[in-house]
Each structure stands twice: as structure tokens, then as C-alpha cells.
């Protein structure tokens, strides 16, 4: 099958291109710069330049292709120019898909995120029928991701779009890194003294990448399906590092709203005044003040997803940056 990946060098999106490739697939690639898919140099696939915001290299793109996926996202927590988070999430999201049906593209799985789904007050874990409305997501980000989450679903009431909501993907080859892979660096440089009471659902990558290839085989259009694994407190997260690298993890947990106040101040000077991005974006730790936990009970029941130990997937990340110069030692 010929397919496409937007997003193919970032995380999911490259791990996503390995695996379609292992199973004989034609793949292509849109990218921004060839610079963008250097972490699959190793790997055989062609590349296509083109931009979310440009229809005519969309269409060339996806011509001829069988199954896009679309992995590419804006993920910043701040942006001097903030509409540029809504021009390539939503407005990307919505030319990207139009090329897709204009030239006749079979289906598209698109790649939600749970940053788009509802979190219950009681404390339970979300799931896909979670009430939720735009003005419960936190930040341009969140907001953004929740408009082409609706997007894509307004798409599959006349067309196939496949729709999959991963929560924090952890493993090898987080190059950039994001958020999670940086606290990983973090704590192996002993950069991490100090935490927030937050908590996240972690998955192995390898397992979101199963999930986006069942979504088309064995779910329903329009639907969404939550990619996670496990509930874990940022320190629990820690004490697993701490098991697996027998480093120590940190005692010191902050309040909340010692770290808000720290976060608001230097946003304000960093962000506001020398217009540089901040070292603690505001807007996560406002999402931090709500545990990031999800069910997966949907996409086991519907998909058949199946998820791996997150022990090993974080081994993995670690045995990768130490391997790969991002750490002291």
C-alpha cells in the first residue's frame, strides 16, 4: 500500500514510518526541510516537501496514496505569534484533509491527542465520552488540538477519517525531546531537584504506532480512540527512573502555587519583555494542576489494543539517551 505520513520526523510520527516500512508498505514522507526526517536516515522511504498551509502541495502529496497519516501537529506551550498554532493545527488539519478526499484517498487516520478530551472532576480517569467544550481547554495548544479534533471529526460524517487520541508516548528516538522525553534528560543530569503534584498516562510509543495501524482495520470513523496505558503520579514516574538508572529520585515536592507564581513572573520577563520563549511555560503548569489520567477501555474492547510494559519503554528512552549525547555520563 502506498501511504502518507505528515509529521514523520517527530516521535510518533517516525516510529509510525519504521513500522509501516517493516510491513512492506510504500511510504512517503511531508516535510517541511529534509533537515525535519534526519532521525530516519537509516530507513528507505521518499520524501515530499511541502507545508500544512499549502494546498497545492498537499494535493501533490497525497496523489496516488491509499492511507494518509496525520501526525504532524504545532505543539508549543508559547509562541509569539499564537495563530500560528491555529493556522497549522486547525486550518492545516482541514486543507490536508480536502486534498485527501479531492484526490481520492481511500482513508486518513488522524492523530488526536488526549489534550482534546475531557478530564472528570471527581477524579476518575477521562475517556472519549467525557463532557468537554473549548472553553475547558487550558491554553492555544490544547485549544487548537481540540478545533481540529472537530475538524477531522466533522470529515468523517461524509468521509473515512479514523481518529486516535494517544496520551504520553514514551520511548527511543525522542529527539527533540518532548515535555516527557525532557524529563528524562532532566533527571539523568541531575537537573531535576524538585516536583509538582501532577500525574500523566504513560505509553510505549511502539504501542500508540499498533494503535494508528488498527484505527482503519478495526474501528469506526469519526470515533475516537484513547492510546494509553498507565496512570502514574510525576513521582511515581520518578521512582521508576530512580529504579532503573539507580539514581536518587527528588523529595522535594513544590505547592502549586509557589510554582504558578514562579511561572507567571518569568513568563512575564522571558516572555513578555525579552520575548524569548519561557523556561516554564505557564500554560503547562496550569494543565499540570489536573492529573492527566485516561482509560483505554475503548480502543481494548473495539481495537483489540494491546500495550506493553512502560518500564521497558522508559529503559528504552534512557538506554537511547545515553547512546545518543544527552546526557553527562
Known sequence: MQVLVTGGGGFVGSHLVRALLARGHQVRVLARSPKSVEILRDQSFETVLGDLKDRDSLNAAVQGCERVFHCAADYRLWSLNYR????????????????????GVQDVVYTSSVAAVGIPKNGKPGTETTPVT??????????SKFLAQQVAQDFARHYPVYLVNP??????????????GKIIVDF??????????TGLNLVAVEDVVEGH???????????????GNENLTLEQILQKLAALTQKKAPKVKLPYGFV???AWAENLVTGGLL???????????????????FSNERAVQELGFQTTSVDQALQRAIDWYRGNGYTRQ
Not at 473549548?134 to 485549544?143: A, E, F, P, Q, V
Not at 496520551?167 to 516527557?180: F, L, M, Q, V
Not at 539523568?188 to 503534584?197: E, I, Q, R, S, T
Open 260 to 262: 504558578y507564581g514562579l
Open 213 to 227: 495501524l488498527l484505527a482503519p482495520e478495526k474501528g469506526q470513523p469519526g470515533r475516537l480512540y484513547i492510546l
Open 167 to 180: 496520551s504520553t508516548p514514551i520511548g527511543s528516538h525522542d529527539w527533540k525531546p518532548t515535555a516527557t
Open 84 to 103: 500560528e498554532l491555529y493556522e497549522n493545527n486547525v486550518d492545516g488539519t482541514e486543507n490536508l484533509l480536502k486534498a485527501c478526499k479531492e484526490q
Open 134 to 143: 473549548l472553553d475547558d481547554m487550558i491554553g492555544h495548544y490544547k485549544r
Open 188 to 197: 539523568l543530569n541531575g537537573k531535576m531537584p524538585a516536583f509538582v503534584d
Open 275 to 293: 520575548k524569548r520563549e519561557p523556561f516554564i511555560p505557564l500554560e503547562g503548569v496550569k494543565m499540570a494542576r489536573k492529573r492527566m489520567w
